[in-house]
């Protein structure tokens, strides 16, 4: 199976400030057609998932520009360029080459 | 709109099975992957298992091999998890997911989620 890393465990973030979370798998996502297989979640407190990023850096729908994905292979990170108030929970990076993963989450907290 | 609409809450003795449903509408049934995922109290997302609902194929994490079952209904266009064997450690939220489309084999894209269904395995 397929390991998936994320750091920092938890992130504590000045609004207006931007914010960087990694995420690292155990083998490349890449596959031949170009796409990365990884996506980007936001657990709100008390709430369902919702998808952030798909196939490494497409912004879901209705997602704040703010939020980006980027890297390829075995390296991602999700940048929130300023941070708000409402970006406040845990964040999961998760890999669908093959059966998904979820990376073990990054708490992310407003200062 | 997308809507999964998942049963109630389930209270198990250790040993039992409990079976969950996923109300689905809004978009084609036969469609897309259905994913399960859990969240025990405190702890991350965990990946269960999916569902081809066009076929009936599924595929499991391994942890969950030999007790999970996933099936569906299309004529209500409802999908169902069974799991069995019940420890305290089965204590969790349950989650139904609506994945990509099966046909371009995307597992991912966990764009719709149920509103998860607390199972409590409890003597």
């Known amino acids: 199976d397929i390991v998936m890393s994320q750091s920092p465990l938890s992130l504590s973030v000045t609004p207006g400030e931007p914010a960087s979370i990694s995420c690292r798998s155990s083998q490349s996502l890449l596959q031949s057609n170009g796409h990365n297989y990884l996506d980007w979640y936001l657990q709100k407190p008390g709430q369902s998932p919702q998808l952030l990023i798909y196939l490494g850096s497409n912004r879901a729908s209705g997602v704040p520009d703010r939020f980006s994905g980027s890297g390829s292979g075995t390296d991602f990170t999700l940048k929130i360029s300023r941070v708000e108030a409402e970006d406040v929970g845990l964040y999961y990076c998760m890999q669908t080459l093959q059966n998904p993963v979820f990376g073990g989450g990054t708490k992310v907290e407003i200062k | 709109q997308v809507q999964l609409v998942q049963s109630g809450a389930e209270v198990k003795k250790p040993g039992a099975s409990v079976k969950i449903s996923c109300k689905a509408s809004?978009?084609?049934?036969?469609?897309?992957?259905f994913h399960w995922v859990r969240q025990a109290p405190g702890q991350g997302l965990e990946w269960m298992g999916l569902?081809?609902?066009?076929?009936?194929?599924?595929s499991f994490a391994l942890n969950f091999q030999g007790r999970l079952t996933m099936t569906r209904e299309a004529s209500t266009t409802t999908v169902y998890m069974e799991l069995s064997s019940l420890t305290s450690d089965d204590t969790a939220v349950y989650f139904c997911?609506?994945?990509?489309?099966?046909?371009?084999?995307?597992?991912?894209?966990?764009?719709?989620w149920g509103q998860g269904t607390q199972v409590t395995v409890s003597s």
């Open positions: 569902l081809n609902p066009s076929s009936g194929t599924t």
């Open positions: 997911v609506r994945g990509g489309l099966w046909f371009r084999d995307l597992k991912g894209l966990f764009e719709f």
């Open positions: 809004g978009f084609s049934f036969t469609s897309y992957y």
